[in-house]
């Protein structure tokens, strides 16, 4: 095989795995903001409290956001679903990049210990750097649609679908043991170890 041939080839699996890791990127976070979006419906009741929490908006403005928020979500998450069009990946990085930047300042601000509002009500999460890098991961992943075209095959679709399953599955995996890892029942472990 000669270099220009290797480099060719070389060449065509980097397309094809931009190709595929874009759509992967672009489903898993369609998977993540469908997830937001449904979990902020059924607890409609507390999200202006916890929009509210971050002192980052007007009183007057709190209530909107609060309607309009989780249906946004929902409907960029079934467009990235669909594939991740250009309109539908760049207001989910703006709206990934709000969330890092909410959470950053009230944490610079020293207000840890508010709910993120980003996980399932039942497994609370205060605010922490490692949520903030959590958003700017996805943010990067969700980026890597907007090079890419669709994958060509019917293989490359099914790794893509997988990739993206698996990402939605670390995020709630993520998610689940950062809200652990600051509950009451960790508080006490840690305290009866530092006891001995």
């Keep these: 095989m000669s270099a220009l041939a290797a480099d060719l080839a070389v060449s065509g699996l980097g397309m094809t795995g931009l190709r595929v890791m874009g759509l992967a990127g672009a489903c898993g976070v369609g998977l993540v903001f469908v997830h937001a979006g449904a979990s902020k419906l059924l607890h409609r009741d507390v999200l202006p409290g916890v929009i509210a929490n971050y002192r980052l908006l007007p009183d007057a403005l709190v ?98 679908i997988v990739g993206g399953v698996s990402l939605f599955v670390l995020y709630l995996l993520f998610n689940a043991i950062a809200a652990l890892a600051v509950s009451p029942v960790a508080a006490r472990v840690n305290a009866g170890i530092k006891r001995r």
């Design 63 to 160: 209530a909107p956001v609060a309607a309009v928020l989780p249906w946004g979500e929902l409907a960029l998450g079934l467009a990235l679903l669909a594939g991740g069009p250009p309109f539908a990946v760049v207001p989910a990085l703006v709206l990934l990049g709000l969330f890092a930047g909410a959470m950053a300042v009230n944490i610079a601000r020293g207000r840890r210990s508010i709910d993120c509002g980003c996980g399932r009500s039942q497994l609370r999460q205060t605010l922490g750097w490692p949520l903030v890098a959590r958003n700017i991961v996805l943010m990067i992943l969700v980026a890597l649609r907007l090079p890419a075209a669709l994958p060509s095959t019917g293989l490359e679709l099914a790794i893509a």
